[in-house]
């Protein structure tokens, strides 16, 4: 929406049509991230999929208070470890199966492990 004025008052009357990248709170949302291999699970993405490619280290750096993220091995190749900045009980998470899953919260300076099938360790 290029014009940005207040539109909170036409919204109680009216459909909504939002096309593009949606910034709640400052963080810019966008699609799902496919992350082969090894390396970081990105915060732009609400949804990352994982392909794992052997014995893989994952990284998760801190997010925005009320963050919600879904991490879900989409091909297992091998394990896939995440470790975040800042996990709040926890320190790993391993994905070790496709399908395998993780609803994280990020709230008080944490990552939270909501649920889900990954193993929490």
Partial sequence: MTNRRNV???LEYRDLDIAGVIRPQGVE???VQTLTGAGAVDLISPITHL???GANALTLADGEEGQI???VMKTDGGDGTLTPTN???GSTL???DAGDSAHLLFTNGNWYFMGGTATLA
Avoid: A, M
Wanted: proline share 0%; aromatic share 12%; net charge neutral.
């Fill in 69 to 71: 993220k879904y991490i």
């Fill in 51 to 53: 392909v794992t490619t």
């Fill in 94 to 96: 391993t994905f070790d």
């Fill in 29 to 31: 949302l966008q699609g």
């Fill in 8 to 10: 909170s008052r036409e």
């Fill in 87 to 89: 996990l709040g009980n």
